[in-house]
């Protein structure tokens, strides 16, 4: 028996929830602030493309159009099996969000020169995909040396209570 879950490579299960991606690099370049969980405008052959487990949101960030809020320079690449009804990989994607949220996320980008970024696409519990953003503000280089000296440090603190015990 295989222990790879949904036979993607990628995709891993947490509670119910399957992790399509994970935007591992947001977390080092950015000190997030405010998390929020938002629903996406998906094509058929993108939400494909997203159970087999391919997308990247290594670049991925959201901004406003008009009084929405778009996912930009996210990849999904073109799923093989639609043929002439495919999507196009690198397209915006309306995200979808309470007035309220949005609101706060533009204020967040208008008046303190926020950033918004995708941390995590996931299928929740219900097989709908949903998106992490996060507002985020840039780290200076400082600051990411110290986040590789901690990650390091726990890194050997752990290493020294397991080879002790």
């Not at 995709?11 to 935007?23: E, L, M, P, T, Y």
């Not at 007035?99 to 929740?124: C, D, H, P, Q, Y």
Request: charged letters at 35%; zero cysteines.
């Amino acid at each position: 028996m295989s222990s790879k879950a949904g036979g993607a490579k990628s995709a891993r299960k947490q509670d119910g929830i399957k992790v399509v991606s994970d935007n591992r690099r947001a977390r080092f370049d950015y000190e997030l602030l405010e998390k929020f969980e938002a629903g996406i405008m998906l094509q058929g052959s993108e939400v494909k493309s997203l159970r087999v487990g391919t997308i990247n949101l290594g670049e991925a960030y959201a901004g406003m159009k008009g009084s929405e809020l778009f996912l930009f320079n996210s990849n999904v690449p073109e799923y093989r099996e639609a043929n002439r009804f495919n999507h196009e990989p690198k397209r915006p994607r309306k995200l979808l969000l309470h007035a309220k949220e949005i609101k706060r996320l533009a204020s967040g980008v208008l008046r303190e020169g926020l950033t918004i970024v995708a941390v995590k696409m996931f299928f929740n519990p219900r097989g709908k995909v949903k998106v992490d953003i996060a507002l985020a503000r840039g780290k200076k280089a400082a600051d990411k040396r110290d986040t590789i000296k901690e990650r390091d440090w726990n890194r050997e603190k752990s290493r020294a209570l397991r080879d002790h015990s």
